[in-house]
């Protein structure tokens, strides 16, 4: 029996604060764990609760992150680069040292950033914890749709829906880069458990069809449903479409 968990709770912030409780917690019983981490308007608010948790007294110093992706094409100082990002909510806020911190790299060679990052997870993996956000097209990373399950960490060509999902991060639309480079499914698939967060009404339709339709590259969310070790948690309104009863019995 897979161990898929899905709370459902009646408001954002606690949602929110239950998936930090998560990542804290494990924090707190192994300090020195492998934590996947996400970005995305969605984990803002979770890495503020994390940074209030560090605050209270909850060390990284022994922690080490890898980060799911990074445009193809900005520096780490760009400021719409996941570096700047990371650094900006989170990094800049704890104490998790500079060298246990690792994201692709997007300044370089795109298949060379791929190949290094790929082998710099089988390094410092398993990942104890991954974080995933859910898109709204059903990617987990930047996994686009028909994305096979067990698709290695390599560049990716970012669908037009995605990219004007994303261009609310940057001044014009035609400035979002077209490319990543992604940890794969596979990798994701790999960590030995998996956080996924799906918060407001826009996640709703991907919630649903990752936890109520097939298990398909039509929507690379639906594979967590095959690890032995997932919880999703969601607020009401990206619960909103999912079936009444699974709904009801996994609410918080």
Do not use: W
Not at 24 to 41: E, F, H, K, S, W
Not at 100 to 120: F, K, M, N, Q, T
Not at 159 to 166: E, F, R, V
Not at 208 to 235: E, M, N, Q, V, W
């Amino acid at each position: 029996m897979r161990a898929l968990k899905l709370n459902v709770h009646n408001t954002t912030e606690q949602a929110i604060t239950a998936a930090a409780r998560l990542i804290a917690d494990l924090v707190a019983i192994r300090p020195n764990a492998v934590l996947g981490l996400a970005t995305g308007g969605t984990m803002e608010p979770l890495y503020t609760r994390l940074v209030e948790f560090h605050r209270s007294g909850l060390s990284f110093r022994r922690v080490r992150t890898v980060n799911l992706d990074e445009y193809v094409g900005l520096a780490p100082d760009h400021p719409n680069s996941y570096h700047s990002y990371m650094q900006r909510h989170f990094f800049d806020h704890v104490d998790i040292p500079e060298d246990a911190i690792h994201i692709p790299r997007g300044d370089v060679e795109p298949d060379r950033a791929a190949a290094e990052y790929s082998a710099l997870l089988d390094r410092v993996g398993p990942v104890d914890l991954q974080l995933l956000g859910i898109g709204a097209n059903g990617h987990i990373g930047f996994n686009e749709p028909g994305t096979p399950v067990n698709a290695p960490t390599r560049v990716v060509d970012l669908l037009p829906d995605t990219i004007s999902a994303n261009a609310r991060f940057f001044t014009a639309e035609e400035q979002v880069p077209s490319q990543a480079v992604t940890m794969g499914t596979a990798a994701i698939l790999a960590a030995r458990s998996v956080l996924a967060l799906a918060t407001g009404p826009a996640k709703a339709e991907s919630l649903a069809a990752a936890l109520d339709g097939a298990i398909s590259p039509d929507c690379p969310a639906s594979y967590l449903r095959l690890h032995p070790s997932c919880t999703i948690i969601a607020d009401r309104t990206a619960g909103a479409r999912l079936g009444t009863l699974k709904a009801l019995g996994a609410a918080a």
